[in-house]
């Protein structure tokens, strides 16, 4: 569930009000490394700001990201999550939608965020986990056979 990726990776979430340009959205997200910030209202999420709107609604355009507000230019309305939400039905949003970043909102209010690498990651390692439990399990079986417990 989406509550175990943020029990892990934490609940900080890169946001930007609506009403800043787009050239102080690109260098936050340039010196934090991240490819979107959640757009919000106070701690209400009203859209998402990511590499992708930069390139076809503000480059592609030749608009002034100086002078263009994000509310301009955000992907809204934007896809959601919450705590209690699998991380199948997470993967199957973002492939559907083709988006990489889901806002976890509790209550009407932004609480994290997970993007298609925390699904990934956590997938993988639980395909570790069940490796690694089929592995004992065979290794068991092979010392009960061949007489390793006797």
Do not use: W
């Amino acid at each position: 569930m989406v509550k175990d990726i943020l029990a892990k990776k934490g609940a900080f979430v890169a946001s930007i009000g609506r009403d800043r340009s787009v050239l102080e959205a690109a260098r936050e997200m340039n010196a934090r490394r991240i490819g979107a910030l959640v757009v919000v209202d106070g701690d209400h999420v009203v859209g998402i700001f990511t590499e992708r709107d930069v390139m076809t609604r503000v480059v592609a355009l030749q608009l002034d990201p100086g002078k263009t507000k994000i509310e301009q230019v955000m992907t809204c309305p934007v896809a959601c999550c919450r705590l209690d939400t699998s991380l199948a039905e997470c993967r199957e949003v973002m492939t559907s939608k083709r988006i990489r970043h889901l806002p976890v909102v509790e209550n009407n209010k932004l609480v994290g965020i997970v993007t298609s690498g925390d699904v990934l990651a956590k997938e993988v390692a639980e395909q570790h986990q069940r490796i690694s439990d089929l592995q004992q399990s065979i290794q068991y079986l092979h010392d009960y056979l061949y007489g390793s417990y006797r």
